[in-house]
Structures are given as structure tokens and as C-alpha cells.
């Protein structure tokens, strides 16, 4: 059974910083690109950032530029998002996903096969 798992959410101050992990079992997902989108309360969901198979081609939404960093360790079928300068706006449930699009990150979410339970960030002012 293939799964994603999300981990690393929880409670933190505005300006603070959290290290969301996304592990996959099931299968190896070293030749999928892979993203991590997100969804607040009352909104749509959104992409955040994306990384390629081989880690060298990342992209990342206009909201999260400078403050977020995607990585992924292909050994450990994991990836991560490191969170800093959290600000209230960022509080929403982090969803990581991967994707046969292997060679550039994809925006869309409907480009993603597989896709984890979510972790909730919150972010208090």
C-alpha cells in the first residue's frame, strides 16, 4: 500500500519556524517530482513549493518565497519544507504530494498522483 505521511505540524509563534517531513512507503518515489500544497479553513487548496526528482529544480509560490525551502532525501524516500518567518496567514493543513511529472515541479494539483493526510500548521500572532 502506498502511503505519504506527513509530520512536523503543529502550534508555533508568528516569526518562529517548523520542519514539515513527508515520508513515503509503498514504493520508491525517488523518480517523482514532489510538492507540498496547502489549505486554510474556507479557502482552496494551494501550491506551495515543488521540487524535481533530482532536487535541483525547486519552485515556489509567491506567498512562501525566502521564507520556505524545499528538500528531499531520494535514501529516505523523504521530503521536507522548512518553514520560517511563520506568519498567522501561513496557518493552514500542509499537504504533500508526488508526481509522475519528474523533471519540473508542477503547480497544479491535479498533476499530483499521490497525496499524504495533511499535518495543520498554526501560526498565532
Known amino acids: 500500500q502506498v502511503q505519504l505521511v506527513e509530520s512536523g505540524g503543529g502550534l508555533v509563534q508568528a516569526g518562529g519556524s517548523l520542519r514539515l517531513s513527508c515520508a513515503a512507503s509503498?514504493?520508491?518515489?525517488?523518480?517523482?517530482?514532489r510538492g507540498w500544497f496547502r489549505q486554510a479553513p474556507g479557502k482552496e487548496r494551494e501550491f506551495v513549493a515543488g521540487?524535481?526528482?533530482?532536487?535541483?529544480?525547486?519552485y515556489y509560490s509567491d506567498s512562501v518565497k525566502g521564507r520556505f525551502t524545499i528538500s528531499r532525501d531520494n535514501a529516505k524516500n523523504t521530503v521536507y519544507l522548512q518553514m520560517n518567518s511563520l506568519q498567522p496567514e501561513d496557518t493552514a493543513v500542509y499537504y504533500c504530494a508526488a508526481s509522475r511529472l519528474s523533471v519540473r515541479p508542477s503547480v497544479h494539483d491535479y498533476e499530483y498522483e499521490y497525496w499524504g493526510q495533511g499535518t495543520q500548521v498554526t501560526v498565532s500572532s
Open positions: 521540487i524535481n526528482w533530482t532536487g535541483g529544480s525547486t
Open positions: 509503498g514504493r520508491t518515489f525517488s523518480l517523482y517530482g
